[in-house]
């Protein structure tokens, strides 16, 4: 076996975390038998609920460079460009995945729709 290098560590952990971001949120995602809001719209939710904080945490990691509040001010074009830049990528990378992969991706969709909509109808009829 070769050794990892740093940089092939540094992607591991990236990927971990961003990993576990994302679990969580798929947990943030699940609606409760029953629950009057609909998977489309939890999902909506956490997915704003997730651009606001990613947006908070990003401003934070900023600041932290930051002596005060003017010099931040004074990098706040530079910085919105790195970070918008940076999510436009990411975002153009996994769409475009998501594209080609769309099959794979999304194949369990309807069936948990099915099964979803026949445990509301079947509900419906045990009144």
Not at 16 to 42: H, L, T, W, Y
Not at 91 to 99: K, Q, T
Request: with cysteine; glycine share 4%; hydrophobic share 35%.
């Amino acid at each position: 076996a070769t050794d990892v290098t740093e940089e092939e560590a540094l992607n591991a952990a990236f990927f971990e975390r961003a990993d576990e971001f994302i679990k969580q949120a798929n947990d943030f995602c699940r609606v409760e038998k029953g629950a009057s809001v609909k998977p489309a719209e939890m999902r909506g939710q956490v997915s704003a609920a997730m651009l606001f904080a990613t947006a908070r945490f990003n401003t934070w990691v900023a600041a932290n460079g930051f002596k005060d509040g003017d010099e931040m001010r004074d990098a706040k074009d530079q910085v919105m460009s790195y970070v918008m830049q940076q999510f436009q990528m990411m975002l153009e990378d996994n769409y475009d995945e998501y594209c080609e992969q769309f099959e794979n991706y999304l194949r369990f969709r309807h069936n948990e729709e099915f099964h979803a909509n026949k445990h509301d109808h079947d509900h419906d009829h045990k009144h």
